[in-house]
């Protein structure tokens, strides 16, 4: 303890003024740091917030089946799945007219 205490003493004041902003400096450098730490548990907490929300919308999910197989009536989210399922189930019959411009 009393060697710390006698080179502090010593120091000139030059290096005392570089010290203090040393100092300041890993203070902003800890506190930078700590903005990001929020930042990142912020966006953390939305993205956790977001899986929440799709879980509890999973009635919202259904009434998003908007596409049904012309042939089996079976409900598919989208005309890409739709199409892939026509493919799949149905490659006798001819491709529906709103699936030929359908990519995938
Ligand atoms: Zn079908």
Same mark, same amino acid.
Request: charged share 30%; net charge positive; hydrophobic share 25%.
């Given at each position: 303890? =009393?060697? +710390? ?16 902003? =040393? ?13 990001? %730490? +929020? ?6 907490? !939305? ?5 929440? %929300?799709?879980?509890? =919308? ?14 089996? !009536? ?5 005309? !890409? ?7 799949? %189930?149905?490659? %006798?019959?001819?491709?529906?007219? #709103?699936? !030929? #411009?359908? #990519?995938?």
């Amino acid at each position: 303890m =009393n060697q +710390i205490h006698q080179s502090q003493t010593s120091k000139t004041n030059q290096d005392q003024i570089f010290l203090k902003i =040393n100092n300041s400096l890993s203070q902003f450098k800890k506190m930078a740091r700590g903005h990001q %730490k +929020i930042q990142s548990q912020q966006k953390n907490a !939305k993205r956790q917030a977001d899986l929440k %929300k799709g879980t509890d =919308n999973k009635a919202a999910a259904l009434v998003k089946l908007t596409v049904v197989c012309k042939t089996c !009536k079976t409900q598919m989210p989208d005309p !890409k799945t739709y199409k892939q399922h026509f493919i799949n %189930k149905h490659p %006798k019959q001819d491709l529906p007219d #709103e699936l !030929k #411009e359908v #990519e995938g």
